[in-house]
Antibody, heavy 119, light 106 residues
Framework: EVQLVESGGGLVQPGGSLRLSCAASGFTFSTDRMNWVRQAPGKGLEWVSYISSSSTTIYYADSVKGRFTISRDNAKNSLYLQMNRLRDEDTAVYYCARGMTGMNYFDYWGQGTLVTVSS | DIQMTQSPSTLSASVGDRVTITCRASQSISSWLAWYQQKPGKAPKLLIY???SLESGVPSRFSGSGSGTEFTLTISSLQPDDFATYYC????????FGQGTKVEIK
């Protein structure tokens, strides 16, 4: 069974940093593309970042470019999102999501972790 | 950037109704469109990919159609478990979601 479990969320002040993790199991993590998607309270879904299976290709949404860094450790079956210079508008539930092989839609999602940016 | 616009934003319907949600792309995305269902406090769940392909395990009352810039999600006979918010997503050029359509009980 495919499982994605996010962790690392919490309360942080504006300008602060946080590192999210996503632990993967039930599939061959090292061959799959991964993404981060977020959802502000009461709002819709926003794609945040993409990383290819070998980390050679990385993309970011304009809203986080230069502040967030996506990475992965295939030996640990883990995906990460380093978030720096956090802003109020980064408050959201952050989901990790697997990109379907051969296509790019998201077939499995974690349960999400809440990041609250507030003073 | 490709923008995705869903309509309506909210839909009130009864069990057994046929429900249709529309999604329009700001430019052609071929058939690179997915539909997701999300319930409160839960992660999105994939329903449809490549505009009309039903994800394994998803009930056959869900169907998708369209190509280019206009797409629809249809629920042939609404069930109590289907009251939720539905999102379209283009994956032709990066990834963009529609703003969502909330299906409420009438």
């Amino acid at each position: 069974e495919v499982q994605l479990v996010e962790s690392g969320g919490g309360l942080v002040q504006p300008g602060g940093s946080l590192r999210l993790s996503c632990a993967a199991s039930g599939f061959t993590f090292s061959t799959d593309r991964m993404n981060w998607v977020r959802q502000a309270p009461g709002k819709g879904l926003e794609w945040v970042s993409y990383i290819s299976s070998s980390s050679t290709t990385i993309y970011y949404a304009d809203s986080v470019k230069g502040r967030f860094t996506i990475s992965r450790d295939n030996a640990k079956n883990s995906l990460y999102l380093q978030m720096n210079r956090l802003r109020d508008e980064d408050t959201a539930v952050y989901y990790c999501a697997r990109g379907m092989t051969g296509m790019n839609y998201f077939d499995y999602w974690g349960q999400g972790t809440l990041v609250t940016v507030s003073s | 950037d490709i923008q995705m616009t869903q309509s309506p934003s909210t839909l009130s319907a009864s069990v057994g109704d046929r429900v249709t949600i529309t999604c329009r792309a700001s430019q052609s995305i071929s058939s690179w469109l997915a539909w997701y269902q999300q319930k409160p406090g839960k992660a999105p769940k994939l329903l449809i990919y490549k505009a009309s392909s039903l994800e394994s395990g998803v009930p056959s009352r869900f169907s998708g159609s369209g190509s280019g810039t206009e797409f629809t999600l249809t629920i042939s006979s609404l069930q109590p478990d289907d009251f939720a918010t539905y999102y379209c997503q283009q994956y032709n050029d990066y990834w963009t979601f529609g703003q969502g359509t909330k299906v409420e009980i009438k």
